[in-house]
T-cell receptor, first 116, second 111 residues
Framework: EAGVTQFPSHSVIEKGQTVTLRCDPISGHDNLYWYRRVMGKEIKFLLHFVKESKQDESGMPNNRFLAERTGGTYSTLKVQPAELEDSGVYFC??????????????FGQGTRLTVV | LAKTTQPISMDSYEGQEVNITCSHNNIATNDYITWYQQFPSQGPRFIIQGYKTKVTNEVASLFIPADRKSSTLSLPRVSLSDTAVYYCLVAGDSGNTPLVFGKGTRLSVIA
């Protein structure tokens, strides 16, 4: 069974540019999460989809970040325009739900974003 | 959300048993205790989860005392490949609570 896949694995962009990260969750997983780790900091929650609906987006830093999950399958996270402080590793995770299985989330390898 | 406290780092020789203890004094009745492992350049990986007493799987054991205010992850006979960061998380089973990661414990296994 394929795990959670993220694309690209690494992206280097200039400040002011736009970048779109993609996450393909495990097939059948209704829950999809985005997390971010900036240099030297802890992994921070960004938002949570249940199917195509945003369940919780309290962790989104600002309106430069836009997440979508059309059709309840893969998700994209767009950063526009990117700033230097957006650099970090963006993780996507998915889980079945509801209930206890929501805490057994499967993470992707992450996308390392470098804004220069 | 219950806050967790764990050691910042630990060192161990190969073949030893490693125990990492996590404190979660404010754990709620419906909270489960979950441990994740993260290798460099990879996403966190679920290791084990429990509610109370002891849970064992092919990777580790999790010991939870009756008051549930702490938990201990036990890794038997560690090898170099167990070098990673280990996160203790406490989360409810409502389905709507995101995972909250702390700083984790950086385990270094040396030959």
């Amino acid at each position: 069974e394929a795990g959670v896949t993220q694309f690209p694995s690494h992206s280097v962009i200039e400040k002011g540019q736009t970048v779109t990260l993609r996450c393909d969750p495990i097939s059948g997983h209704d829950n999809l999460y985005w997390y971010r780790r900036v240099m030297g900091k802890e992994i921070k929650f960004l938002l949570h989809f249940v199917k195509e609906s945003k369940q919780d987006e309290s962790g989104m830093p600002n309106n430069r970040f836009l997440a979508e999950r059309t059709g309840g399958t893969y998700s994209t996270l767009k950063v526009q325009p990117a700033e230097l402080e957006d650099s970090g590793v963006y993780f996507c995770a998915s889980s079945q739900g509801p209930g206890i299985r929501n805490t057994e989330a499967f993470f992707g390898q992450g996308t390392r974003l470098t804004v220069v | 959300l219950a806050k967790t406290t764990q050691p910042i780092s630990m060192d161990s020789y190969e073949g030893q048993e490693v125990n990492i203890t996590c404190s979660h004094n404010n754990i709620a009745t419906n909270d489960y205790i979950t441990w994740y492992q993260q290798f460099p350049s990879q996403g966190p990986r679920f290791i084990i989860q429990g509610y109370k007493t002891k849970v064992t799987n092919e990777v580790a054991s999790l010991f939870i005392p009756a008051d549930r205010k702490s938990s201990t992850l036990s890794l038997p006979r560690v090898s170099l490949s167990d070098t990673a960061v280990y996160y203790c998380l406490v989360a409810g089973d409502s389905g709507n609570t995101p995972l909250v990661f702390g700083k984790g414990t950086r385990l270094s296994v040396i030959a």
